[in-house]
């Protein structure tokens, strides 16, 4: 199929897709905030200091425009900024992001020169709208934001468009090939895919884009060279744990990105960890942060009390109440799970129990600290081959080898330091990825 075809069908539809999509994107806008922030900006109007400021720096046609969806693409995108940024000093850059929370920290991390922004919805006058004010020279797309008309339009301008740290599971991938006459011409738009893994290059090629330019580079994700240990925010926490009455020393379980029913299953081993280890500490930070109230009724069920993270900057918690209740800490804030992962002893990973295609395990890795998973990791399958064939991390299968493991792991600190740090060598690969990415793209 044609590529005009592909757009003209895409175009029909995308209408229709927004309309049945608003009230949930509503609803969801308005539980986590920042709904209407820049409102306009996601129809490619910006305000005239933001016009004044894109007219004032050098119009040489190398403005970079980096496009991310939330928080982890944002944190790729970040890695980005940063290495190009070493090359260039000077360099004109633009990050749009989708959601409040991406929004959010990529205002508070984002170096001061660089423009933040709401990404602009796919209808070809507004994003053909956004282009003609932006004006960027390169257009680099994180992970899988492929959007039709923002790449046609772009290409349209002779703008370069790139696909950086490349992700495709296995899923999308069948999915993609199952419609490949409809995606396959979106695909072979791109002038760049830089993958993360060598067996990413055939298929990515199996879906369209020509061999010459997919090149592998590593993932910028689990670039570890790159990524600074978030001090500030770390240290603010570390008061949150003072206030709620936890020691400097005592041993810290933190389930992490979590869903459904998993607050509780770690929950009930914490319970039976704390008659060997009385000192031990339970914190859970869910994946949204919108299941709050849910997650306070599952944890009292089992006999916690959840003491909401948002209130004990107020109030000086405890570990238990009058009637001696055992209660954990539930992270009802966002984007702070990095820096949580700081003060962690050991973190179990969430969506790898009862939730499927688990969250990113490399996370917690690269703070320095020990992490188990459950069975289902398989949206982190390349990466979980090399962590497991390094012996980088603990996988279970089941509840009973959990609560076994997360005892083994809290008292022999030896074993959890090793496996850490072959964790670090099975990551090493992938040091240096943003840098290889930006010559990729800048050549």
């Avoid at 980096?66 to 944190?75: C, K, P, T, Y």
């Avoid at 003609?132 to 899988?144: C, K, M, Y």
């Avoid at 702070?336 to 973190?347: C, D, F, G, I, K």
Wanted: charged share 25%.
């Amino acid at each position: 199929m044609k590529l005009r075809q592909v757009l003209l069908i895409y175009n029909l539809l995308l209408p229709l897709a927004l309309l049945l999509g608003l009230p949930g994107y509503l609803i969801k806008a308005i539980r986590r905030g920042g709904a209407r922030d820049n409102f306009s900006q996601r129809f490619g109007r910006y305000d005239q200091s933001m016009l004044a400021r894109w007219q004032q720096e050098p119009d040489d046609g190398q403005r970079v425009w980096i496009h991310a969806v939330s928080v982890g693409e944002v944190l790729v995108g970040l890695k980005v900024i940063q290495a190009l940024l070493e090359e260039s000093p000077d360099q004109s850059i633009v990050l749009s992001t989708t959601t409040p929370t991406g929004y959010r920290l990529a205002k508070v991390e984002c170096p001061s020169l660089v423009c933040v922004i709401y990404n602009p919805v796919d209808l070809p006058w507004v994003v053909r709208g956004a282009l003609r004010r932006i004006q960027p020279g390169h257009l680099i797309l994180v992970e899988a934001e492929v959007w039709p008309n923002l790449v046609y339009q772009a290409r349209q301008r002779g703008v370069s468009v790139s696909l950086v740290n490349a992700r495709l599971s296995e899923r999308s991938e069948r999915r993609f090939r199952k419609f490949g006459a409809l995606t396959g011409p979106l695909f072979a738009m791109l002038d760049h895919v830089c993958v993360q893994f060598e067996r990413d290059v055939k298929r990515w090629q199996g879906l369209g884009v020509d061999l010459q330019r997919i090149e592998k580079v590593g993932s910028i994700k689990y670039d570890e060279a790159e990524q600074q240990a978030p001090t500030a925010q770390i240290s603010e926490l570390q008061t949150v744990l003072q206030n709620w009455g936890v020691g400097a020393s005592q041993p810290v379980l933190l389930a992490g990105s979590t869903h459904a029913g998993e607050e509780a299953l770690i929950g009930g081993i914490y319970l039976e960890l704390k008659k060997e280890i009385p000192d031990l500490v339970y914190i859970v930070v869910p994946r949204h942060v919108e299941r709050s109230a849910a997650v306070v009724n599952d944890l009292e069920a089992i006999g916690l009390r959840a003491d909401l993270r948002s209130g004990i900057n107020q109030t000086e918690g405890g570990q238990e109440d009058g009637d001696g209740q055992v209660s954990c800490l539930l992270v009802d804030t966002t984007g702070e799970l990095r820096a949580w992962y700081y003060l962690a002893s050991l973190v179990v990973v969430g969506k790898s129990f009862l939730g499927k295609g688990g969250q990113n395990p490399v996370e917690p890795i690269m703070a320095g600290k020990p992490v188990v998973v459950g069975p289902h990791m398989k949206n982190f399958t390349a990466v979980m081959e090399q962590l497991l064939q390094q012996k980088g991390l603990r996988q279970v299968a089941e509840e009973d080898d959990l609560s076994a493991v997360i005892s083994a792991l809290l008292e022999d600190r030896s074993e959890a330091d090793l496996m850490v740090e072959r964790a670090r060598l099975a990551l090493g690969q992938h040091r240096g990825a943003a840098r290889r990415t930006v010559k990729v793209i800048c050549g």
